[in-house]
């Protein structure tokens, strides 16, 4: 058999593919790990592939960043040559980045089967590129692999073949998991912000680098006053993403002194903080699932989700980012009044495992 081509353009694709990649090892189905290079993360060495517990990628096409547009022609252009070189049998995508896309608008027209990793979220707001990626990307797939039961909905309610639709569970919850038990044999000490956990016995954790919500003035002023206030009682904790950082600095917005500002961390260093968090606020959409699956209570600073399984059964409330509302709900978590939730279905770290089988039965049949 052919390998199948396991597509990744940025740091959270290989979480997402890290978990199949060990299922297909496991099962002894050939695959081919391509790097797109939509971003170029100089902490992705070794080691961080040694944590994933996968080989290093098989190419690496260094498409660089530039516009959407550009972006997006590149790795088209580069995958092309690829395919015509390799001739995989099929072409996996993860995510909504715009390497997902561009690959899987290669592969469908050089007649490849696409499978869709994440497939089926929807925000509802079309000035987001993901959202546009997303749909565009389940156009064109054959096989959809959905993480929570809208993402089914969505999917069946577009048109897709009830058959090519299947709710498997999250390979982000089995990478997170698998990344949790290394954290029981690591010495967590040494990792990067480690030791403000011991400064801070009880803290919180911020992470915020969405558009709408850093290069509004008025916007991002009004949720730094909401995470000014809750840092008088309790401290955060605010890996700054440089896009972040350099409107803090434009804007003149102060954070105070509660507010503990790092470089951004790595995934291990990061999660190694945020599990003992006693509240995550965020504007990110994997650190929504993620906290859900860890029981962390999680605020979203955005006015709309594509996983409202997490809000619906998991641990995260949608704030929006009026400074009030924010406040309010952080407010409540810290008096105890916060949302308990549970632990979606099929979060259970075995997503892959049921991805890898329906991947083989499909290939099987030719």
Known sequence: ??????????????????????????????????????????????????????????????????????????????????????????????????????????????????????????????????????????????????????GVEHLLREGKAKGAVHYVGHVMVDNLLYQVEQLKTADAGKLEGAELKTLHPR???????????????????????ALREISQQLPLIFPVHPRTRGNLEKFGLDLGPNVTLTKPLSYMAFLNLWRDAALVLTDSGGLQEETTALGVPCITMRENTERPVTVDEG?????????????????????????????????DGKAAERIVEILSQYLSRG
Request: proline share 7%; aromatic share 6%; net charge neutral.
């Open 203 to 225: 803290f919180g954790a911020v992470t915020m680098h969405r558009p709408s919500n850093v290069d509004d003035p008025a916007v991002f002023g009004g949720i730094v006053g």
């Open 315 to 347: 641990t995260n409330v949608l704030a929006g980012t009026n400074p009030d509302v924010i406040l309010r709900e952080a407010r409540k978590v810290l008096s105890g009044g916060g949302r308990q939730g549970r632990v979606p279905n099929l979060w």
């Open 1 to 150: 058999m052919a390998p199948v081509h396991l597509i990744a353009g940025a740091r959270p694709n290989f979480m997402k593919i890290a978990p199949i990649v060990r299922a297909m090892q496991k099962r002894g189905m050939p695959f081919k790990i391509i790097h797109t290079g939509q971003h170029y993360d100089r902490d992705m060495n070794e080691v961080f592939f040694e944590e994933l517990g996968i080989p290093q990628p098989d190419l690496f096409m260094g498409a660089g960043g530039g516009s959407h547009a550009e972006q997006t022609a590149r790795i088209m252009v580069a995958y092309e040559k690829c395919v015509a070189e390799d001739r995989p049998s099929m072409t996996l995508v993860v995510g909504d980045v715009n390497s997902t896309l561009a690959c899987a608008i290669v592969a469908k027209k050089a007649h490849l089967p696409v499978a869709h990793v994440e497939a089926g979220l929807r925000s509802g707001d079309l000035a987001m590129p993901e959202e546009i990626n997303r749909l565009v990307t389940d156009s064109i797939s054959d096989l959809y692999f959905a993480t929570e039961p809208s």
